[in-house]
């Protein structure tokens, strides 16, 4: 029977006002209600005080050792004491605001009493009155609001248990269930709400995950399933020899890598499939000639192409090189940014509407309303990682199913490139052009700045160019702009009078930022002093050391992304952290970041850190919210079922077989609930 069908109206009890507040939880039936998991237990094995640790919450047993006693203070307000003989200590155990717990505790009894334990005083502040002799050793906890208790939804669980178990259905096929050794619906649903033991309970959170993860992974199957049969993109027909001139005269040769994944790109650009690609390549792996070449063939098969970049310091950049690079070849580049005045913009998004331009470079003006492309053929999404879902998606929406690129030097840890990245098919640039020399990191307390100093004053003595970085510390832009300025004039006063030194910052007029930019570029500044605004993308090869202020204030990901900025060119490159780290995790990051530059190690622990949110910036990070797999620590379980949610789908008979009915009337349902994040 298909319990999502059931009203829950049909539980004893539960009429109009119950079916509202279940459905303020978000549950709408039968099915709902057995699979609203508690988020966590509360252990009521009882516990030696030795191994109690201070503010943990503990069950302890004893006998009462004397009569309770309560105290009034205030209004309303109340404390009651009571001595509990706990393996020969005495222990003092106070009940806030519940006098009437008063006759459970009778001088010479057994008592079993749920609380915090105080280590200090060796006292326990009591949250509940256990029943000694009852065997719930485990209580599950979930979570509520206002509109319903704990209690009633226990009970209104333990009802539907009762009531429906038969009629579980099982989602897990059967041969996958033998294979992995787990549990039915049935026993799931009463292992995790009514566990007698706590290895029961982890039995049936360890068959939910994989019940969980599996039936997401078959919903991105289904979904590359139906893209795959639409055939709905874009063929671009491109012009191969035209593409080999102009690698060929390129100042360099592409590495191994960057020539795998142009032809990868290529390949899905000209088939009848929609290229839904990701580009992950570490800083500095070459990713963006590897979009030009495809915007390029782009062109060349008669369509408009466009790269959106994060910053308009990045897009001026990118502006800057591509136009460079495709104006000899008679394709007309234009750049589009919100900082333009209203005559520019104007100009420019009328060539494009007319498809005069080809090849359009921008920030997120390009997906701004009122922006019309004649034939938009391909999508570049440089350092996605830093667009939300929406601008992704509204970016897809221009044009007519365009081919998407997106590129991102953050490596995509396993857990996303499976979960958030699984319905894109993903092309890796592992392997940096020849001649790069390792970065060297080195970090320094703020009390030793002056050996920073000397290291700089060497460094520009041999021609290197040093950018100097300090973080967004406070709310207030100015705050921080005073902050770069006065490093600025530090610099100035112990450099400036052989040295030139800039200043860049994100309030800065936007030709002004274009200006020392360019002046960097050329080699007309050695020390750029700057706010973040350089973060991602930027491309200087001559530069070579990297100085960041404050780097306990930065995560992992964006030292790294800030780091990348030097080690470009052929010059030994260095990076200075400047750091005093207030607690475990920031000396931790300083550690991973001097042993490592491998981008991948990085992401990794940055996403165990911090989480996957926070990796991503927001939480638009496009990570599903799963109920009770945690796609970070259970990443195990995740790949097994993905990989089994690949092989199921390849399996054509199987899929269309009596073993799958169940999970297939369940693959949409699920995915559209846990996709309901944008
Ligand atoms: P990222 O992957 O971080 O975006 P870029 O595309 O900015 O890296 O490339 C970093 C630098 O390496 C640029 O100066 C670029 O011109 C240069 N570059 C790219 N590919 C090669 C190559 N195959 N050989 C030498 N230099 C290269
Ligand atoms: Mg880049």
Redesign the pocket.
């Known amino acids: 029977m298909d319990l999502r069908k059931i009203s829950l109206a049909t539980l004893p009890g539960v009429g109009p006002k119950r079916l509202e507040s279940l459905k303020s939880l978000g549950i709408e039936n039968v099915y709902d209600l057995l699979f609203y998991f508690p988020f966590r237990y509360e252990d009521m094995e009882a516990k030696s005080l030795n191994d109690a640790t201070d503010q943990e919450k503990i069950l302890l047993k004893g006998v009462v050792a004397s009569d309770p006693v309560v105290f009034r203070f205030g209004y309303k307000k109340n404390r009651l004491n009571v001595r509990i003989l706990v393996e020969n200590e005495s222990v003092m155990v106070t009940f806030f605001n519940q006098p009437w717990l008063k006759d459970k505790f009778e001088t010479g009894s057994e008592v079993a009493i749920y609380g915090k334990w105080n280590e200090n005083r060796r006292s326990l502040t009591g949250i509940k009155v256990i029943d000694v002799n009852s065997d719930d050793s485990i209580d599950s906890v979930y979570s509520v609001n206002k509109n319903i208790h704990q209690k009633t939804l226990i009970n209104l669980i333990k009802l539907a248990f009762e009531k429906y178990h038969q009629q579980i259905e099982t989602v897990i096929p059967d041969f996958l269930r033998e294979k992995y050794k787990l549990l039915n619906d049935e026993q799931i649903v009463e292992g995790i709400h009514f566990p007698k033991t706590a290895d029961q309970s982890d039995e049936a959170r360890r068959s939910a995950k994989f019940r969980e993860f599996f039936l997401f992974q078959c919903g991105l199957q289904s979904i590359k399933l139906e893209d795959s049969q639409k055939n709905i993109g874009i063929n671009e027909e491109y012009d191969q020899e035209f593409i080999n001139k102009f690698v060929n005269e390129l100042p360099?040769?592409?590495?191994k890598a960057?020539n795998r994944v142009v032809k990868e790109i290529l390949d899905d650009m000209s088939s009848k499939h929609h290229m839904n690609r990701l580009l992950q390549?570490d800083?500095?792996?070459?990713?963006?000639?590897v979009s030009v070449i495809a915007m390029l063939a782009s062109v060349t098969a008669g369509y408009q192409a466009a790269i959106m970049a994060p910053t308009e310091i990045l897009a001026q950049q990118h502006f800057d090189k591509i136009s460079k690079l495709l104006s000899p070849l008679k394709i007309r580049t234009a750049l589009l940014t919100g900082s333009q005045t209203k005559k520019e913009h104007d100009f420019i998004t009328q060539d494009i509407a007319n498809g005069k331009t080809n090849v359009i470079v921008g920030t997120h003006a390009l997906i701004q309303a009122g922006v019309d492309y004649k034939d938009l053929g391909l999508i570049v999404i440089d350092e996605q990682h830093r667009f939300g879902v929406n601008q992704r998606k509204a970016m897809r929406q221009k044009g007519n199913n365009p081919d998407v690129l997106a590129m991102t030097?953050t490596p995509i840890p396993r857990t996303l490139a499976i979960t958030t990245y699984g319905d894109m098919d993903v092309s890796r640039i592992d392997q940096l052009?020849?001649g790069r020399k390792k970065i060297e990191t080195y970090w320094i307390r703020s009390q030793k700045i002056q050996q920073m100093y000397q290291f700089v004053a060497k460094e520009l003595s041999t021609g290197a160019q040093v950018y100097v970085v300090t973080p967004l510390i406070s709310e207030s832009e100015k705050i921080d702009l005073k902050n770069a300025e006065l490093i600025y004039d530090k610099f100035t006063e112990l450099f400036g009078q052989k040295y030139k030194i800039g200043l860049l910052h994100g309030q800065m007029p936007n030709d002004q930022k274009e200006s020392v930019m360019n002046d960097f570029s050329n080699k007309e500044i050695d020390v750029l002093v700057s706010t973040t605004v350089i973060e991602v993308?930027v491309?200087v090869?001559n530069a070579s050391v990297m100085v960041i202020y404050d780097a306990n204030r930065f995560g992992l990901s964006q030292l790294h992304q800030l780091r990348?900025r030097v080690g470009?060119g052929e010059k030994q490159s260095y990076c200075i952290l400047i750091a005093d780290p207030k607690n475990e995790a920031a000396l931790e990051r300083m550690k991973i970041l001097t042993s490592t530059n491998d981008g991948f190690v990085l992401a990794e622990e940055d996403l165990k850190m911090r989480g996957a949110g926070d990796l991503l910036g927001n939480r638009q990070s496009g990570l599903p919210e799963f109920k009770v797999g945690n796609p970070i620590n259970d990443i195990n379980i995740l790949e097994v079922a993905q990989e089994e949610a690949k092989n199921l789908f390849e399996d054509k008979k199987l899929m269309n077989s009596s073993k799958t009915e169940v999970l297939r009337s369940f693959i949409k349902d699920e995915f559209d609930q846990l996709n309901n994040f944008d």
Do not use: C, E, N
Not at 252 to 255: D, E, I, M, V, Y
């Open positions: 360099f040769q592409l590495t960057q390549g800083v500095g792996s070459g990713k963006t000639i030097a052009p020849a993308g491309d090869p990348g470009r």
